[in-house]
């Protein structure tokens, strides 16, 4: 099986090898389910950043390789359910080959989905089913097994999804705006107040941004990354212009330092 070529075969052979408990790797061999999520968590990001890099670059090399990462988590996981008869590899196939055929009837079943907004209707619908069949309690809440783990803008944006599938949502994007405003003169009148009012006003502010950003269709998880990318670039410029004219940071007035960002918001256009 060394020798053989790259497999799914093979991969699940070289993890059996590591968790080998004469011959494997000491490392491997300590690693629980707890212990794995973390890195579970950081391959997923840096598959993130390795998809920004291929899109802005033309550059899959890296993509390809943190993809094999995050298989490898899979693998893992895998083989620890194998070792306690919980589940195998081959279950965790069967499972999701099972759930992606029931969630697309109108491509392997006669079910007519024609528009965007049906089909997200009933990818929502069956993801119900799903949370009630995993517990018999009718009273089960529509916000069961969102992931705590979850980055807290994507975890906004999936409690708002979730509610507006039942119908409990702004119909129109002006309302959702408006909000804001609102949320906006609270936080104002908190300024003055106790620190604990104030942070729970900049809370729900940020809450109703990310429900501006989900009804005007944009995942605010990566606006806030493009705009920490951009934040990031421009703030490279001022450092060269700083360095440039031989002072520090501190040795400059504001007005300096927000001049220097507008010669660089400037070079853009």
């Not at 309302?175 to 009012?197: P, T």
């Not at 005007?216 to 806030?224: G, I, S, V, Y």
Request: with cysteine; net charge negative; glycine share 4%.
């Amino acid at each position: 099986m060394l020798n053989d070529k790259p497999s799914i075969e093979k991969l699940r052979w070289i993890m059996a090898e590591l968790r080998d408990p004469e011959t494997g790797c000491p490392w491997d061999l300590k690693q629980t389910f707890a212990t794995i999520v973390p890195h579970t968590i950081e391959e997923a990001y840096e598959v993130a950043d390795a998809v920004t890099e291929a899109v802005e670059q033309n550059d899959f090399s890296e993509l390809e390789k943190e993809l094999g990462d995050l298989l490898f988590q899979v693998i893992f996981y895998s083989q620890l359910g194998n070792e306690q008869k919980k589940f195998d590899f081959d279950s965790v196939l069967a499972a999701i080959c099972e759930k992606l055929i029931r969630r697309h009837p109108h491509v392997f079943a006669n079910e007519q989905l024609t528009t965007e907004d049906e089909i997200k209707q009933n990818w929502e619908n069956e993801k119900a089913k799903e949370r009630q069949s995993r517990n018999q309690n009718a009273n089960i809440s529509i916000l069961a097994d969102i992931p705590k783990n979850l980055p807290a803008l994507s975890q906004a944006a999936k409690i708002q999804k979730r509610c507006s599938h039942v119908g409990f949502d702004w119909h129109d994007i002006h309302d959702v705006f408006a909000k804001i405003e609102e949320e906006v003169n609270e936080v104002k009148e908190e300024l003055v107040g106790d620190q604990q009012g104030l942070a729970e006003e900049l809370g729900d502010l940020m809450f109703a941004v990310v429900n501006l950003c989900r009804h005007a269709k944009q995942d605010p998880e990566h606006l806030l990354r493009k705009a920490n990318q951009k934040f990031t670039k421009r703030f490279h410029g001022v450092e060269r212009q700083v360095a440039n004219s031989g002072k520090t940071f501190e040795q400059h007035q504001l007005a300096t330092l927000e001049q220097f960002w507008q010669n660089v918001k400037k070079s853009e256009k």
